[in-house]
């Protein structure tokens, strides 16, 4: 197996025992970059000499330290190449949220996930490819041209965390971080075969990542497996004081769930998702999913979320009205270029947020949309009163063909179906691979109560004990 | 041909409030794919919500405050490192008094 396709657990294995330097796997991973991104385009930022100067000064450190144990455990992330998703701000590099309004933005500061990560030892490989602004569900957004889907060039990698998902499914990186607005995690996570972990919001600090929709954004991460996933997460999550929205709650340790008894788990299946339209062959896989989280021994539970009908018109009020206030701040003044060069979307949305809150239509938008928001969020909290966990679909398609659906709007808002409901009700969600459908990746997610992320890995994490979609890989 | 929720005129308002410019041909695209969001918006027009309160948040949280004490932050250089029209340490900005053509 190539170095770079291990898991992040697998790799810290092999770095422990020096069978395997950092060096060595940083190269793979920036191999396998040069040879297959100008084909796929995960990547806006390589950091190569970067990454490179780094590897050598860990190997170093390995090299000279008697307790290596000791230092695996103080940084555990040493040596792993991760790739961060472009509106994450990485101090001294790039970062342009994939808009020519940033083209030229080197931030003079890390968010406080990049140095979390750094500070964990790990390698800042790249700077993915996103839909612009994360404005998206496909990566075709981006300024600098869509990612593909490393599965089938000719289809959408899914987005906005398009790259992201590109990058570690086909080994140029052994995880990724991403943020998660209306499923910008799970979405290329699905579509690329991939875990993909949209953490409660607050869990994990927004600090440093472009904002999107401020009550809406969740940062999360891509990983090949769950256990992968939960040693991100114990990195990044917990309080921050530069993000007033991270409570002081504290981080359980992940790990410890794995292997833990989910016999008896009540599984809630909320059943007006199951009345959308949805791919047959979709829907087939997702079938078997059931079945298979049943023979695990879950209690399957009918459940109903009578308002999650009406998810996806308040999403698209409440989001682009944030957007509309936060992306006021590009104008060219203290960084960037002018807001000439905002892309369609960009102007689309914030437009329709400026339309939404203006004076004569808040109440009937906005005002409108928080009561709904909050009836929403009372049918999720009704719900795990009765359930452990909600399961749903991801995508209502498979990965589709680049340029499909990218002329209508409105189509590609409705791929937030499954998704957007998480968001709206701040609840942390799991999607995870579980099947395909024509050689293309078809997976599903599963949500459960506000900073209860240890439930989703304990499932997850037993899930994929008994299957190995999560191993599958393309072939480049 | 069925009457399009935005006229051309909001249009063009909203972009001026958002500070965007826009071509005829943009005002005209955006006019349609708007409406047709906003057509589908509407259905939220029909559900009862009175006696419900708005939330603008999910964690519940009020009022995080810290002590007023100044810490460690940029430095002039690096807070105006990304700014192309400085001078004297600030940030050089349109007049705002002068009449523009």
């Known amino acids: 197996m190539k170095n770079s396709q291990l898991s992040i657990d697998q790799a810290l294995r092999k770095l422990k025992g020096k069978e395997l330097s950092v060096t060595e796997l940083t190269e793979n991973c920036l191999k396998i970059i040069k040879k297959n991104d100008h084909q796929i385009n995960a990547f806006i930022t390589v950091c190569d000499d970067h990454a490179l100067t780094r590897a050598r000064s860990l190997d170093r450190q390995i090299q000279k330290t008697k307790d290596v144990g000791q230092l695996f455990k103080k940084h555990p992330l040493l040596g792993i190449p991760i790739a961060l998703k472009d509106n994450f701000c990485t101090k001294g590099i790039k970062t342009t949220a994939a808009s020519k309004v940033l083209a030229d933005y080197v931030p003079a500061y890390d968010a406080t996930v990049t140095s979390r990560l750094l500070k964990a030892g790990a390698i800042i490989i790249g700077k993915t490819n996103l839909d612009a602004w994360a404005h998206g569900a496909s990566g075709e957004n981006s300024d600098f041209g869509p990612t593909k889907n490393p599965w089938n060039l000719k289809m959408v990698a899914g987005g906005s965390s398009s790259g992201s998902a590109a990058a570690v499914v086909s080994g140029m990186a052994l995880a990724a971080t991403g943020s998660d607005t209306g499923g910008s995690i799970r979405m290329p996570a699905n579509f690329c075969g991939l875990v993909g972990l949209k953490p409660t919001f607050g869990r994990v600090s927004r600090y440093g990542v472009i904002a999107m929709a401020s009550s809406f954004d969740s940062i999360g991460h891509l990983t090949k497996d769950a256990l992968d996933s939960a040693q991100m997460l114990q990195v990044m999550a917990g309080n921050d004081q530069n993000d007033s929205t991270t409570p002081s709650k504290k981080v359980p340790s992940y790990r410890s769930f794995f292997g833990q008894d989910v016999r008896g788990l009540k599984l809630g299946i909320p059943r007006e998702f199951f009345d959308q339209e949805i791919d047959p062959r979709v829907k087939s896989v997702i079938k078997k999913s059931l079945s298979d989280l049943e023979k695990l021994g879950l209690k399957l539970v009918d459940l109903s979320l009578p308002h999650s009908v009406y998810a996806v018109a308040t999403y698209y009020i409440l989001v682009p009205s944030e957007v509309s206030s936060n992306l006021e701040r590009f104008d060219g003044i203290r960084y960037g270029f002018d807001r000439r060069r905002f892309s369609d979307e960009a102007k689309r949305r914030i437009m329709l947020g400026t339309y939404a809150l203006s004076a004569g239509y808040y109440e009937a938008y906005y005002e409108k949309a928080m009561r709904v928001r909050n009836m929403i969020k009372k049918d999720v909290e009704k719900a795990f009163e009765k359930v452990d966990l909600i399961f749903a679909p991801v995508s209502p398609t498979l990965p589709f063909e680049i340029g499909k659906k990218v002329n209508d709007p409105l189509a590609m808002y409705l791929m937030d179906i499954y998704t957007c409901l998480a968001n709206l009700a701040g609840i942390p969600s799991l999607a995870f691979p579980t099947g395909f459908a024509e050689g293309l990746p078809v997976g599903v997610q599963l949500m459960g109560p506000q900073f209860e992320e240890e439930k989703l890995f304990q499932v997850v994490g037993a899930y994929q004990q008994q299957t190995d979609w999560h191993s599958k890989r393309p072939d480049l | ?101």
């Open chain 2, 1 to 101: 041909m069925t009457k399009l929720k935005l006229t051309k005129d909001e249009v063009t308002h909203v972009a001026k409030l958002a500070q965007l410019e826009l071509t005829a041909a943009e005002i005209q695209k955006f006019q349609k794919q708007l409406s047709q969001i906003l057509d589908y918006i509407d259905q939220l027009k029909g559900l009862k919500t009175e006696g419900v309160k708005p939330i603008s948040q999910t964690t519940g949280l009020e009022n995080v405050f810290r002590l007023d004490e100044v810490q460690p932050s940029l430095s002039f250089e690096q807070a105006l490192s990304g700014a192309k029209k400085q001078k004297n340490n600030y940030f050089k900005v349109q007049s705002v008094f002068k009449k523009s053509k």
